[in-house]
């Protein structure tokens, strides 16, 4: 999540201090991604710093400094609008990663924990379903959360069916490892093998 890019966003609408910008943020966002307000003012310091937004104003009695654009600043956000999230670099998943690393070691029961993980995912799935039959269909930017994080639920659910479906397929890890290629370990194994079947 760019912070940067998301105050930068905000003061659009007009200048603002540190307080009231990560009250509108999470007011936009419903609440799903919490900023510490240090935060936003080491951000707002740092993007004075590099001439993307100035005060705008003397403080005022509470020794509040409100903020906005610069020229600069306002170049940088339209781009930003401009242009797509990059994908460059692929996020740490850690269900992703936990998965991966309990294929490969002996021991781990892999189905339940891909059992407990879509439980936990389902709950979370119908909790948020609530929250979206709830909305009075008045707030359209919370809304479009809500349905960004139900639909990454139903994506984790799917894949988690798709995990449990391979293992059902490769058997117990002990087969599956002696099944592997001399030279290879495991984990190569069934990357490569997820590579090619998709």
């Known amino acids: 999540m760019s912070i940067k ?3 930068l ?10 307080a009231q910008l990560r009250q509108e943020f ?3 966002t419903g609440g799903t991604w919490p900023l510490n307000v240090g935060q936003v003012y080491t951000t707002l310091g740092r993007l004075e710093r590099d001439g993307l937004v100035e005060s705008a104003g003397a403080a005022d009695e509470e020794g509040r400094i409100a903020y906005q654009l610069t020229d600069a600043g306002r170049t940088e956000v339209e781009q930003w609008w ?7 670099q692929t996020p740490r998943n850690e269900l992703a990663i936990k998965l991966a690393l309990a294929v490969t070691l002996p021991g781990v029961d892999v189905q339940r924990i891909v059992q407990t993980q879509r439980t936990a995912t389902m709950t979370h799935l119908r909790d948020l379903t609530r929250l ?5 269909g008045e ?3 919370w809304e479009l959360v809500l349905e960004s994080l139900v639909f990454a639920d139903e994506a984790e659910v799917r894949w988690l069916d798709h995990v449990e479906a391979r293992i059902s397929r490769l058997g117990p890890p002990e087969a599956k490892a002696s099944r ?3 030279g290879a370990t495991a984990g190569n194994a069934g990357v490569r093998e997820g590579a090619t079947n998709g």
């Open 26 to 28: 999470e007011q936009r």
């Open 9 to 18: 966003a905000l003061l659009q609408d007009g200048p603002g201090y540190g």
């Open 132 to 136: 979206k039959r709830r909305a009075d």
């Open 82 to 88: 401009a242009v797509p999230v990059a994908r460059e």
């Open 5 to 7: 890019h998301s105050l």
């Open 180 to 182: 592997t290629a001399p």
């Open 139 to 141: 707030d359209l930017a």
